[in-house]
């Protein structure tokens, strides 16, 4: 058919989900698809981790938003995406391996570089402004990939493609917390022009108090040139030279970096010129530990004996670093076996108290409370949920029926995907979203700012630093014990009650450990107020 070895599987697999839909689709007509499409993102001839790429993007067109976006932009007709929702057989299973590879071959960042970048999509965060980023990522790589490619605009080392998807694979990696602290900061004025996306992100590398760490800040620059076009000529000058005049400036001091996700005060002590060695082969760094990050803002104000050195035997003491070894394991082990008089654990005490408070709490805050408690989830993945009253915009959020009761949305997340002969072997089809009741109290809290169709779970003016400081003002007048944060209140998991049982309770989640809490200072009248009785709690 053609250089791709795999292309007689994907046609017939469409061919396959063509028919169990009731509509027919030659050969002919999906490879004048699969053809071009396979080709615009440099697919390698053996195929090889396509099958990882094509399950990310089945994952992000589950988004109506997003696949409409992605037809649009990879020129595709509207049975492609959702025929990505099933499992692709494969002729030969031998090549099962090859096709779900999750490792980058060898060669993708300099050959194919947007194929690097999409291998990589699943691994990007999944924050719904940090998905439209990549969406515009994605549509302004078409639009410019002519002078990308542009040898005038490459540099010595590399095309301007090459950087650009280099500088998206790394920045856009759901571990960046450089990156998750710009999407913070974007509006949604920021995303509906690319032009002033570029300015926002300029900014944010600019401001100082965002401490970025310095790779991260390369890549939002090239990023910045990427959506503003402002490619100068390659420089393709003599970089020795310049090397050596600014050697004398940059290593007369020592230099420090931000530590990623560490506090500001602690930095790493970034590399120095070699010293010349000692001809003996004894080095005076060889008697003291290895120092690589300092705390540059510390709170001490005795000053240390320039003289002073540590006792050798110290450094090397096994008795020392054996009890080192265990104090760590230790910890490990406390945090991986909570018990039930663990403080993380929300107490029904606690539980009964801070319900009361809630009741005459402001309304914004109450919702958010609440929501955290019904779903347990922070409220970061809390600002992704929607409200909406048409199944029609079906996403992850509550479905409002034309009866007024409320349905907690969320997509079904299969460990396999569904295969076409599911239903020939009797098989049941399931539905792509599952509804669970929400309880008619919170239904009553929400109609103070839901004027109907598609609209946010919670108010954009709510902020995770608003809600602990209105959680720190209640936990003020309680005990030490029984505090309340963020994380005890998005940590708590209600399975299920029970009232029927001589010892009523509910079953909390923690961590990694169960616990059954008893409710014997949690009074029946406190739950029917609220209306936990008349509802399905599930996360």
Not at 98 to 120: I, N, Q, T, V
């Amino acid at each position: 058919m053609s250089g791709w070895e795999l292309l007689s599987d994907l046609v017939q697999h469409f061919s396959r989900y063509a028919s169990q839909n009731g509509f027919e689709l030659e050969e002919f007509e999906i490879e004048e698809v699969l053809l071009p499409w396979l080709e615009r993102i440099q697919t390698p001839a053996n195929m090889r981790g396509l099958g990882r790429v094509l399950r990310a993007l089945n994952d992000f067109s589950q988004d109506t938003t997003a696949r409409i976006w992605l037809e649009r932009v990879f020129e595709l007709p509207s049975w492609f995406l959702p025929g990505l929702g099933f499992q692709i057989s494969l002729a030969d299973p031998k090549q099962v391996p090859l096709f779900m590879d999750h490792k980058m071959g060898s060669g993708w960042c300099e050959f194919a570089p947007f194929y690097a970048w999409l291998f990589r999509l699943a691994q990007y965060s999944k924050d719904t402004k940090a998905r439209s980023v990549q969406l515009i990522f994605i549509e302004h790589y078409y639009k410019t990939l002519v002078e990308l490619t542009d040898p005038a605009f490459s540099t010595n080392s590399q095309t301007r493609e090459q950087q650009v998807c280099a500088a998206g694979r790394l920045v856009f990696d759901a571990r960046n917390q450089d990156f998750q602290g710009l999407v913070a900061h974007l509006t949604l004025d920021d995303l509906s022009c690319i032009k002033r996306l570029a300015l926002r992100i300029e900014s944010y590398c600019k401001d100082e108090n965002n401490k970025i760490e310095q790779k991260n800040s390369n890549y939002m620059r090239s990023l910045v040139h990427f959506f503003l076009g402002d490619w100068g000529g390659g420089r393709r000058g003599n970089r020795i030279h310049r090397y050596n005049k600014m050697i004398a400036r940059r290593f007369n001091r020592t230099q420090k970096s931000v530590v990623q996700g560490c506090d500001g005060a602690l930095q790493e002590l970034l590399p120095s010129l070699l010293d010349v060695l000692d001809p003996e082969g004894v080095e005076t760094d060889d008697f003291f530990p290895l120092q690589t990050f300092i705390e540059v803002e510390g709170q001490f104000t005795e000053e240390r004996d320039t003289k002073e050195i540590p006792d050798i035997e110290r450094v090397f003491d096994r008795a020392l670093n054996r009890k080192k070894n265990i104090d760590v394991t230790n910890k490990v082990r406390r945090g991986q076996n909570v018990c039930l008089q663990n403080t993380e654990l929300l107490k029904a005490g606690d539980l009964a108290r801070f319900i009361r408070f809630l009741q005459s709490s402001q309304h914004a805050t109450t919702l958010a409370f609440w929501a955290m408690l019904l779903l347990g989830k922070p409220l970061g993945e809390l600002a992704q949920l929607y409200v909406f009253d048409d199944l029609h915009d079906v996403t992850s959020g509550l479905y409002l029926d034309p009866e007024g009761n409320g349905w907690w949305s969320f997509p079904v997340s299969y460990s396999a995907k569904r295969g076409l002969d599911d239903q020939r072997r009797g098989l049941i089809v399931t539905a792509d979203h599952v509804f669970t009741a929400c309880p008619r109290f919170f239904i009553s809290l929400l109609s103070g700012h839901y004027n109907g169709g598609l609209a946010p779970l919670l108010p954009d003016t709510l902020t995770a630093e608003l809600l602990a400081k209105r959680l720190k003002k209640y936990s003020d007048h309680l005990q030490r014990g029984s505090r309340i944060s963020l994380d005890k209140i998005s940590a708590i998991c209600i399975l299920g009650l029970e009232f029927a049982h001589s010892d009523p309770g509910f079953l909390v989640r923690s961590n990694a450990a169960f616990g059954w809490i008893a409710l014997f200072s949690l009074p029946h009248q406190n739950l029917t107020l609220v209306g936990f009785s008349d509802a399905t709690l599930s996360r």
